[in-house]
């Protein structure tokens, strides 16, 4: 079917292209015979433009209702701290074949923060949601410290469903950076104020002390069921609920993969995907793979590759769910590199791979990015990471 559609676009450009230089080439000669002649080529030429119309017009009405350039659904999956190696360590220790090799448009960014060469989670949380560059430790504020709409809030406006889901709590740097505004990451219950009167219609991670056990008394379970959430603290459920949703089922941080997490992630990406997919004006959803970057800091390479293997298992979730839903653009990145990690030799045997780290910290390296879906070849090419807000924000625009 792809190859149908591009030949139909050759074959409709190269007549379109013919009758042009037809016209062109006739111009000269008009200008010295009569406006008779003049009125026939131009009548010609109408004609032309009609059947290239009407043919254009079969073309759509043959093949599938799938607008290939505008996405209905929005999914950003973002692995913190996810950079090259780490991807590629997917492709040596996974089981299965890589789920990143499944995508057609691959691009760098650039993700320097306006404070620091090297971006912390929270400025470049803040980049992809809001489309600014800022501070370390910003969340949605301006390096003015001044609120910055965030891309939840302006899809919002439109209709569209919100979700986020971390494997960290849901009021870390970079699902925080989606729906509250606070001048320090670190303002974890203050960030958490936010979400219950935010337009996220689906949540779920970690940091339940946050809501429940606050040092200020207030009582954000309460304040989230009176917004209409249905919340579940033990299991995640097995069916999407009528009503929004939210989902905290650790105090802080969900166990890692070593320690038994199971399939959280995937599985709670599939219930969101179920849940958002029940409104007709498309969705936006944020999933973060969290603990790629706690493994980098920890330079503890099995930890960081149960990590990345969970991530890639669930970039599998959604282009599973893409084959139903076509017009789902998958974008997928990361805020920046965690631990100069890197796919070493074992003294020097090439045939031997001892995973390695540079540093305990966050790296400068360019972060890969994926797409797939409608709009996806916007994505490809090296440009700052505030770009992808400002290419979603255009392809939404265009709904
Ligand atoms: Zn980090």
């Given at each position: 079917?792809?190859e149908y559609k591009k030949?139909?676009?050759l074959?409709?450009s190269n007549?379109?292209?013919t009758?042009?230089?037809f016209?062109?080439?006739?111009?000269?000669?008009?200008?010295k015979?009569?406006?008779?002649?003049?009125?026939s080529?131009?009548?010609?030429?109408?004609?032309?433009?009609?059947s290239?119309?009407s043919?254009?017009?079969?073309?759509?009405?043959?093949?599938?209702?799938?607008n290939t350039?505008?996405?209905?659904?929005?999914v950003?999956?973002?692995?913190d701290?996810?950079g090259?190696?780490q991807i590629?360590a997917?492709?040596?220790?996974?089981?299965q074949?890589?789920?990143?090799e499944?995508f057609?448009?691959?691009g760098?960014?650039k993700?320097?923060?306006?404070?620091?060469?090297?971006t912390?989670?929270?400025?470049?949380g803040?980049a992809?949601?809001?489309?600014?560059?800022?501070?370390?430790?910003a969340?949605?504020?301006?390096?003015?410290?001044?609120?910055v709409?965030t891309?939840?809030?302006?899809?919002?406006e439109?209709?569209?469903?919100?979700g986020?889901?971390?494997?960290?709590?849901?009021?870390?740097a970079?699902?925080a950076?989606f729906?509250?505004?606070?001048?320090s990451?670190?303002?974890y219950?203050?960030?958490?104020?936010f979400?219950?009167?935010?337009?996220?219609?689906?949540?779920a991670?970690g940091?339940?002390k946050?809501?429940?056990e606050?040092?200020?008394?207030?009582?954000?379970?309460?304040e989230?069921?009176q917004q209409?959430?249905?919340?579940s603290?033990q299991?995640?459920?097995?069916q999407?609920?009528?009503k929004?949703?939210?989902i905290?089922?650790?105090?802080?941080?969900?166990?890692?993969?070593?320690?038994?997490?199971?399939?959280?992630?995937?599985?709670?990406?599939q219930l969101?995907?179920?849940?958002?997919?029940?409104?007709?004006?498309?969705?936006?959803l944020?999933?973060?793979g969290?603990?790629i970057?706690?493994?980098?800091?920890?330079?503890?390479a099995?930890?960081?590759?149960?990590?990345q293997?969970?991530?890639?298992?669930?970039?599998?979730?959604?282009?599973?769910?893409m084959?139903?839903n076509?017009?789902?653009?998958?974008?997928v990145?990361?805020?920046?590199?965690?631990?100069?990690?890197?796919?070493?030799?074992?003294?020097?045997?090439?045939?031997k791979?001892?995973p390695s780290?540079s540093t305990?910290?966050?790296?400068?390296?360019?972060?890969?990015?994926?797409?797939?879906?409608?709009?996806?070849?916007?994505?490809?090419?090296?440009y700052?990471?505030t770009?992808?807000?400002?290419?979603?924000?255009d392809?939404?625009e265009?709904?």
């Amino acid at each position: 079917m792809e190859e149908y559609k591009k030949e139909v676009f050759l074959t409709t450009s190269n007549i379109l292209l013919t009758s042009s230089q037809f016209f062109l080439r006739n111009f000269e000669v008009l200008k010295k015979n009569t406006m008779n002649h003049f009125l026939s080529l131009l009548c010609i030429f109408l004609l032309m433009l009609k059947s290239i119309a009407s043919f254009s017009q079969t073309v759509k009405g043959t093949s599938q209702e799938v607008n290939t350039t505008t996405p209905k659904n929005i999914v950003l999956l973002i692995g913190d701290g996810m950079g090259l190696s780490q991807i590629s360590a997917g492709f040596f220790y996974g089981d299965q074949p890589s789920n990143f090799e499944r995508f057609p448009v691959v691009g760098l960014l650039k993700t320097s923060a306006s404070s620091d060469l090297i971006t912390d989670s929270a400025a470049s949380g803040t980049a992809y949601a809001s489309g600014i560059k800022t501070y370390n430790g910003a969340i949605g504020m301006t390096k003015d410290t001044v609120a910055v709409k965030t891309i939840v809030e302006l899809v919002s406006e439109s209709d569209m469903s919100t979700g986020l889901i971390a494997t960290s709590s849901i009021t870390h740097a970079t699902p925080a950076s989606f729906y509250a505004h606070v001048a320090s990451r670190r303002s974890y219950e203050e960030i958490a104020t936010f979400l219950p009167h935010s337009d996220v219609d689906f949540f779920a991670g970690g940091g339940l002390k946050f809501f429940s056990e606050r040092s200020d008394g207030r009582d954000l379970i309460s304040e989230l069921e009176q917004q209409g959430f249905e919340l579940s603290t033990q299991s995640l459920p097995k069916q999407p609920s009528e009503k929004k949703q939210a989902i905290l089922l650790a105090e802080d941080a969900l166990p890692t993969m070593l320690e038994g997490r199971g399939n959280f992630l995937p599985e709670a990406t599939q219930l969101a995907l179920d849940h958002l997919s029940e409104n007709t004006n498309g969705f936006f959803l944020m999933v973060e793979g969290s603990q790629i970057d706690w493994g980098g800091h920890a330079n503890d390479a099995d930890y960081l590759i149960a990590e990345q293997l969970d991530f890639d298992t669930t970039i599998g979730v959604v282009l599973a769910y893409m084959i139903e839903n076509p017009d789902t653009l998958l974008i997928v990145t990361a805020d920046h590199e965690t631990g100069g990690f890197t796919l070493a030799t074992d003294t020097g045997d090439y045939n031997k791979i001892k995973p390695s780290f540079s540093t305990t910290g966050h790296s400068a390296s360019l972060i890969p990015i994926f797409a797939k879906g409608p709009g996806a070849n916007l994505f490809g090419g090296i440009y700052e990471n505030t770009g992808v807000f400002h290419k979603i924000m255009d392809l939404l625009e265009n709904r």
